[in-house]
């Protein structure tokens, strides 16, 4: 699997060594050595995990600034309904909307009425033809990462369907340069997220070739001029609206209620989500149609690119869906031509970065060594090591990455053992042989030697 691009990054000068990150990331991606994180990229899947937990904030998300859009003729604001629940007093999308077209956007197209035209495509896809099951939602770029690295054999669960993000997009350069009458190649659409991995999904796309967003702009950078903007009024802003069925799909359980499936399982959280695909992956989950996975806890409501707490977020989107006008989704034409020219183009590929390398006598004998290194670990999983598990120290040490007394319990015997006969040489008869003065050089070398491995 090539490389890709990742959101989420380290700032090394804000990084103390300790280790909250190590213990919260679900695909054991990062490493403490010589008093800093390092993060294995192959592994990452930009959940923002480590960027939540970090009490130096040394972990950061990269997305683009608010001036991306002047790459453009044309900027158009795609809104995730997330931004609907982040401004306290603000109970309507309306003086969003309007805010959004004073910081300089063209028009603003909601990705709440992409979901709902995605909703429409995938109902239809599953009355229509047979999948695995239970059928797994592609709209969280971090889930879907996790399944390529931990979950492999699930893939084929995955729907076929981009993202609302991406559909909204397509849509709504489609739609701007014919109703404008201009190229599409002038129309630029932006993302306004509140997650690192939908940045990591636009550079580089899951299951497509190329992403229809243009860039990714993060809800936190422009919540200030947001709210400025909106403190000067705002006239009303005719585009065409979405409804509560796309807007609840910030919310967990939202998307499934969107599609009408029952038999349906919504889990946020990415060790929840993390325990539970396990459970799916052993067929120990039965009669389960569909399932949707949200790496942020409260889904995106908490996503680490927002400002508001999740669950203040998630009563205010309450709110917001109470006051919104409750109309049924009129299917125009566009939600028949989504069910084809909205299908992911490529297939998603595993990530084998966590499977050994080599032949199968070679993994054989790696696995071994693995498990051997791991039965004389204390078996403590106490990240003191740098490694998130004993597992994973031991994985480290089969590859050359670390060493048995990276472990600082191996790491005090080491010491305890060699200071015992530094004692027993000092009291010797024989203190003074030549013999017994090299060895206490060679020892205090060693335990030199000992303390730069740590």
């Known amino acids: 699997m090539s490389e890709y691009l990742h959101s989420v990054s380290l700032d090394r000068s804000k990084c103390t060594g300790c280790t909250t990150c190590l213990k919260r990331c679900p695909t054991e991606a990062i490493r403490i050595r010589h008093n ?62 309007a805010a959004l077209l004073r910081l300089g956007f063209d028009d603003v197209f909601e990705v709440a009425r992409a979901a709902e035209i995605v909703s429409y495509a995938i109902s239809k896809a599953l009355r229509e033809q047979d999948r695995p099951k239970p059928v797994i939602s592609s709209a969280c770029p971090a889930v879907l990462r996790l399944i390529q690295i931990h979950f492999p054999a699930l893939l084929d669960n995955v ?50 070739q190329k992403s229809y967003v243009d860039g990714v702009i993060a809800i936190k950078d422009v919540y200030k001029d947001m709210r400025a903007a909106m403190h000067k009024g705002f006239d009303p802003v005719e585009i065409e609206r979405a409804s509560t069925v796309g807007i609840k799909w910030a919310v967990p359980g939202g998307e499934a209620d969107a599609l009408g499936i029952k038999s349906s399982l919504c889990v946020d959280g990415i060790e929840n989500v993390k325990n539970v695909l396990e459970q799916i992956e052993n067929a ?27 669950f203040v977020a998630k009563n205010r989107l309450r709110s917001v869906m109470s006051r919104t006008e409750q109309k ?51 078996g403590l999983d106490c990240g003191s090591c740098g490694s998130p598990t004993c597992r994973a120290l031991a994985w480290d ?58």
């Open 284 to 310: 120990r989950i039965r009669n389960l149609m569909y399932f949707e996975g949200l790496a942020c806890v409260n889904g995106c409501l908490g996503g680490p690119l927002t400002v508001e707490n999740s």
């Open 36 to 97: 800093s994180a390092s993060i294995i990229h192959e592994r990452c899947i930009d959940c923002g995990e480590c960027i939540k937990v970090c009490p130096h904030h040394a972990k950061v998300a990269l997305t683009d600034p608010i001036d991306v859009i002047k790459g453009f003729k044309y900027a158009i604001a795609l809104p995730a309904p997330t931004l609907y629940a982040q401004f306290q007093g603000v109970h309507k999308p309306e003086p969003i909307i």
């Open 328 to 378: 049924s989704v009129q299917r125009t034409k566009i939600f028949e031509t989504a069910c084809e020219t909205l299908r992911m183009t490529e297939e998603i590929e595993p990530n084998n970065s966590m499977q050994l390398e080599g032949t199968m006598k070679e993994r054989i004998a790696m696995s071994e060594r693995i498990n051997e290194i791991e039965k004389s670990l204390p």
């Open 159 to 208: 729907i076929d369907f981009i993202s609302p993000m991406e559909a909204a997009a397509k849509i709504a350069k489609e739609e701007y340069a014919r109703k404008h009458g201009v190229d599409i190649a002038e129309v630029g659409a932006f993302f306004i997220s509140p997650c690192a991995a939908k940045m990591t999904a636009v550079k580089s796309p899951i299951g497509q």
């Open 397 to 454: 040490i089969a590859h050359g990455f670390a060493n048995e007394l990276n472990c600082i319990f191996k790491m005090n015997a080491r010491i305890n053992a060699l200071a015992a006969e530094m004692v027993t040489l000092g009291t010797s008869t024989r203190f003074n042989t030549l013999q017994d003065s090299a060895r206490l050089r060679e020892m205090r070398q060693e335990l030199r030697a000992d303390d730069d491995t740590v």
